[in-house]
């Protein structure tokens, strides 16, 4: 069976999703690369968020919705983000895809 190569974005943690009293942790917006209207960032609910941290931890999230209309989406993670990652870099990619990264070797 051939092996089908799967469409992955990567984007940019904006921050954490604040209401006027209070800041969701669990809740990260995110500015998906080459996505720039609502309409496009509605196809992606559902798709999975990975960010990787320098140390090579794995933070594994879930896109839940669009906030606002210029393709910034709202990824939920358990655990939560740590407030290092803003303005790190994340992968987004379909469900059911899983992402394999190669060690490095000294």
Request: hydrophobic share 35%; proline share 3%; net charge positive.
């Amino acid at each position: 069976m051939a092996e089908q190569q799967a469409r992955v974005y990567t984007g940019l943690v904006i921050g954490y999703r604040l209401g006027s009293n209070t800041q969701y942790e669990r809740q990260v917006l995110i500015r998906v690369d080459g996505v720039t209207s609502s309409r496009e960032a509605s196809r992606l609910i559902g798709w999975r968020v990975l960010y990787r941290d320098s140390k090579g931890n794995e933070y594994r999230g879930k896109i839940v919705r669009v906030h606002g209309g210029k393709g910034v989406v709202v990824a939920v993670f358990k655990p939560n983000l740590p407030g290092q990652a803003r303005g790190g870099n994340v992968y987004i990619y379909p469900k059911g895809v899983e992402l394999v990264f190669e060690e490095k070797r000294a």
